[in-house]
């Protein structure tokens, strides 16, 4: 939960000026994974609500997909509600679910025209309302068509879970305890046709995973940005993929 209104968050003046053409010539990250954090400091530090915390990161969200677009980055995934956001506040709840919803509404047919594939990855429990899990799956019929990016939607998602669902699937498929394998329970994620995260973005100066694609980020690297979530624009996802060029990734072996 991110309810301490005293620490971090400033909007970040060094990445201002930063463009995708100082970025574009070196390696890029082929799937950004990010943690959208802070929207309730955001919206504390100004009197606000939590809720009107989570409305103003709408604005940022869809700068960060429009800087992964100008990158040519083909994969990028979002954690908008997790298994363990259920705690919060009733209200806090019931809002996140209406404004998932609405955000689907207001933002699939610009999402669509960019070329933007739409996918949730979580659980389709009866907690996610009906006529949300209706958005869904229309954004996901209107979009499949399209390659340019998938953006992911981490909904009612746990890395636990996840991890949890494929061995369970595989159990009740009758497979053997040997066969049982990485390859096996890689198999039985959510989306098997994604590539593990190259770059895993936190926002808000907290330096944890908070239970988001633990599987998938075994070899992610890791940036973390002070910036309060409504703030992040796309200078701070080239910035992230700037310390991301200066990373050696070794994979457990040697360079
Ligand atoms: C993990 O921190 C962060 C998330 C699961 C992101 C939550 C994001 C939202 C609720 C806002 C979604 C915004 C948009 C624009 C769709 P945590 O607070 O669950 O975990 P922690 O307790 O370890 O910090």
Same mark, same amino acid.
């Given at each position: 939960?991110?309810d ?6 400033a909007p ?5 000026g ?11 990250p082929v799937?950004?994974a ?8 955001w ?6 609500p939590r ?11 869809? %700068?960060a ?5 100008? $990158?040519?980055?083909?994969w ?9 956001n259920?705690?919060?506040?009733a ?11 609405? $955000? ?15 996918? !949730? ?9 009906k ?5 869904? %799956? ?13 953006l992911?939607?981490?909904?009612n ?32 994620l ?5 590539? %593990? ?10 330096h944890?995973i908070?239970? !988001? ?8 690297? $890791? ?8 703030d ?13 060029q *200066?990373? *050696?990734?070794?994979?457990g072996?040697?360079?």
């Open positions: 939960m991110d301490d209104v005293n620490r971090s968050g970040r003046d060094d990445v201002a930063l463009t995708a053409g100082d970025v574009a010539g070196g390696p890029l799937h950004v990010c943690v959208m954090d802070g929207n309730g400091r919206a504390s530090r100004r009197g606000l809720t009107e915390g989570h409305a103003a990161g709408e604005e940022a969200l869809l %700068d997909v429009e800087g992964a677009l100008e $990158l040519g980055i083909p990028i995934t979002m954690y908008a509600f997790s298994t363990e259920w705690k919060r506040p209200d806090e709840v019931r809002y996140l679910m209406g404004f998932n919803e609405s $955000l689907l509404m207001r933002r699939r047919d610009e999402l669509n025209e960019k070329g933007v594939r739409i996918r !949730f990855a979580g659980r389709r429990d009866w907690r996610v309302p006529r949300v899990l209706r958005r869904m %799956d229309e954004s996901i019929e209107l979009t499949k068509g399209n390659r340019r990016c998938t992911t939607m981490a909904f998602y746990g890395g636990r879970a996840e991890i949890v669902d494929a061995v369970q699937a595989l159990v009740a498929a009758g497979t053997p305890a040997s066969k049982i394998t990485e390859k096996a329970i890689r198999a039985h959510y989306f098997p046709d994604h590539p %593990d995260p190259d770059l895993v973005v936190r926002t808000s100066g907290e944890r908070s239970n !988001f694609l633990l599987w998938q980020i075994a070899y992610s690297e $890791l940036v973390f940005d002070d910036v309060l979530w409504p992040f624009r796309r200078q701070n996802l080239f910035a992230a993929v700037r310390d991301f *200066q990373r *050696q990734r070794r994979y072996g040697v360079t």
